[in-house]
Structures are given as C-alpha cells and as structure tokens.
C-alpha cells in the first residue's frame, strides 16, 4: 500500500478551511509540550559527546533481565524528568498560501509563503512547518506557565520537538517520533540558535522519570534506527513522583549568560588530553544518578550530582556563574546544587535527600531567589483536540 503523501513530488497540506472550522467550533488543534531537568549526563546527548564517548557495547539478548543495565555503564547517557512547564502551541488559520509562527512571550512574528522560507536563525520553526508542506497555518507558541523561558529548561528544544509534533499530526504522520527528534535537534542547531543534542527532544515525546542511553549511529541490528535513537527505561513509576518532589526545588538565580559560551567550552575541551579525560568520567557518574533513581537511593543521587557538577566546573569555571551562592547555602543544609543545562537560563537544581532540608532552604530563599513551582509529568506531551473534527 502506497501511503498517501508519497504519491507527488510535493506534499501540500492547506489547513486554512479546517482550520477556520475548528476555530468557530472553539477546538482549535495544539500541543502541550513540557520541559525537562537533566542533572548528571547533562551535555552527553551532544552529537559530538554521543560520538566521542561511544563504543560498541556487548548487548544482551534479553535487556529487560537485568534492572541496573550495568552493560550500559559506560555510555553515553541523560537523565530526563518531565516536569509540568513548557510550551502551548496551537494552529491558527492563516491565509491560504502563507504560514506564519507568532510568540507571545517574546512578541515576535513571522509569515512567509510556503517555498520561500530562508534557512535563516529568525526562521528556524517556521522551516520545520515548511518542512512538512503545510500552508494556511500559524502556530501560535505560549509558555504554560509565565516567568520559563529561559531558565535552563530546555525551552528552545521543547519549543521546536512541539512544533515538530503538532506539524507531524496536521500532515497525517508521517515520521516517527525518532525522526522528529532528530529533526527538531538538526534545525536547531544547523540554523545556529543554540548547541544542542537529543536530550530535551527526547524527554519532549516520551517523557517520564527516563534514563536515555544515546546509540548515535542507531541501534545495532536495527538498520532502520540512526541519530536521535536511544534505549529508554523508566526509572521511577508515577506513584513514587512524590518522593522525588519532596527532594528537589528549582530557584531562579537572576543571572543568565550565554549556553553556546559554556557549551562551546565542554566540547572544546574534547580535543585536548586532559579534557578528554575529564569528559570520560562522565557517563559513570551518571549511571550512578540513574541507579539512584531508580533505587530511591537519595544519598547517591546526591553525590552523583555533587561529582558531575564539579566535573563540569572544572572544565569550565564559567557554568556556576549565578550559582555559588545558592550551592553554598546548599551544602552547609546536607543538600548540593546543580545548575540546570549549561547554566545559561538561570534556573538552578537543588536536590536534598532529606526532605526538611529542602523546607529550610525554601525558607532560607524565600525573598532573594524566585521558586520556580514543579510537578512531575508521566508524559512528554499532550495532544489537544485530536482527531480534529469535521462538521
């Protein structure tokens, strides 16, 4: 069977009288895509860490056997936990050979006709709807929760996954959710609106409490895998998100600096002996943060964040800045700190084992640095008034 939008040369999807209709109807289609904290393996989802980091390893026929995945140990890998902040996006008529994105937050627009969008950074989501061979379509982008977008969340890759999402939905699917990843993770980059990986992509269409070991080149024996593909376990069920939340709180440092410096800096420092060495530590330590997890081991999760973060100081001095003061409250409270992404957005993890740690440091904070409010999501988002319906 020849699926439909292989049969011209060009797909053209106009949405303008769909649209229009589900408009007057009050049911206009969308997506919630939701965030991310990373924590240890942070940066390994980088194509150029996923590669440098990576050797074959010896894959048991049956993975599911061993719950610790200790095969895995040494690879590359991130730590997703989906929470409750992120990116409403929703489809709006457009006129009929025009497609347009539009941001509230950042009160930025931009329309072009269908075929006539420049591979330029000011168009980078408007080239993923182009991608798709929509027209009569603006997708209108929204924080869920005001006060987000740029508090090392991941908000620019959770942006374009959504985007990439909801295109994909509006054309009838026809990629996979690994392929979309790749995609979202390629214009992003390629583009230059930041350095990116897979990480935040990822944690956008699968979500949970997930550990993702990264196969850059695919899974082997499975030629129809390639980049953006990892092996996905679950490292805590929804019923125990509680006792995670009561460990940890993100607070707003009021400083932000450039994620492309700090980034730049880590994959700098692959090239160089000593920095290559450094970066090797990494994915151990954040198979220890997984195990911890996945344990509710909460004193190893400690530690393994305390260990990455200096690892990653070491590197680059640059990513605590805003942070040293909020890690310094957090120690001397039996609890660490660890800002979040590059430490660009401002948003800093603060992890305690023991609950009334993290009460006294809230009050400690309390009126010198904004709490950013989180809940744990099971899902990486939600689809909004899908199937679209006709009258």
């Known amino acids: ?119 330029i950074k000011e168009n980078w989501l408007l080239k993923i709807i182009e991608i798709f061979g929509l027209s009569g379509v603006m997708f209108v982008l929204q924080n869920i929760r005001a006060g987000t977008h740029s508090a090392g969340l991941g908000g620019s890759a959770t942006a374009a996954t959504g985007v990439c999402i909801l295109a994909n939905e509006l ?106 060495k450094l970066h090797m530590l990494k994915p151990g330590i954040a198979y220890q943060f997984r195990e911890g997890l996945r344990l509710q081991d909460w004193e190893r999760v400690r530690e393994s964040i305390h260990k990455y973060r200096e690892v990653r100081t070491e590197i680059c001095p640059e990513y605590m800045n805003g942070a040293r003061e909020i890690l310094g409250h957090a120690e001397a409270n039996e609890s660490t700190a660890f800002p979040l992404g590059a430490g660009a957005g401002g948003g800093i993890l603060v992890f305690s084992p023991k609950p009334k740690s993290l009460l006294k440091l809230r009050n400690i904070f309390h009126g010198v640095y904004r709490e950013i409010p989180i809940k744990i999501k099971d899902k990486g988002h939600q689809l909004i008034n899908f199937p679209i319906k006709r009258r």
């Open 171 to 276: 054309a009838g699917r026809p990629f996979s959710g690994i392929q979309l990843i790749s995609l979202a993770s390629r214009i992003e980059q390629s583009m230059g609106v930041s350095i990116t990986g897979t990480q935040e992509q990822s944690n956008t269409m699968f979500g949970g409490v997930t550990d993702y070991v990264w196969f850059p080149w695919g899974i082997p024996g499975k030629p129809e895998t390639g980049y953006g593909e990892s092996m996905r376990f679950e490292l805590l069920a929804p019923k125990h998100y509680k006792e995670l939340e009561k460990r940890m709180a993100i607070f707003h440092s009021g400083i932000e600096h450039s994620s492309s410096d700090v980034n730049s800096v880590w994959r700098n420092a692959l090239s160089t002996s000593q920095g290559y």
């Open 1 to 119: 069977m020849q699926l439909p939008f292989l049969k011209e040369k060009k797909m053209q999807l106009q949405l303008y009288d769909l649209l229009m209709e589900a408009k007057e109807n009050k049911c206009l289609p969308g997506v919630m895509a939701y965030n991310r904290i990373d924590g240890p393996g942070s940066s390994l989802d980088l194509s150029e860490f996923q590669q440098a980091l990576w050797t074959l390893p010896g894959i048991p026929q049956n993975i599911q056997e061993d719950p610790s995945v200790e095969w895995t140990k040494f690879l590359p890998r991130t730590i997703g936990i989906t929470i409750d902040t992120g990116t409403k996006i929703e489809a709006h008529p457009l006129k009929s050979d025009l497609i347009g994105v539009k941001s509230i937050e950042y009160g930025s627009e931009v329309i072009s006709k269908r075929g006539e969008v420049l591979p």
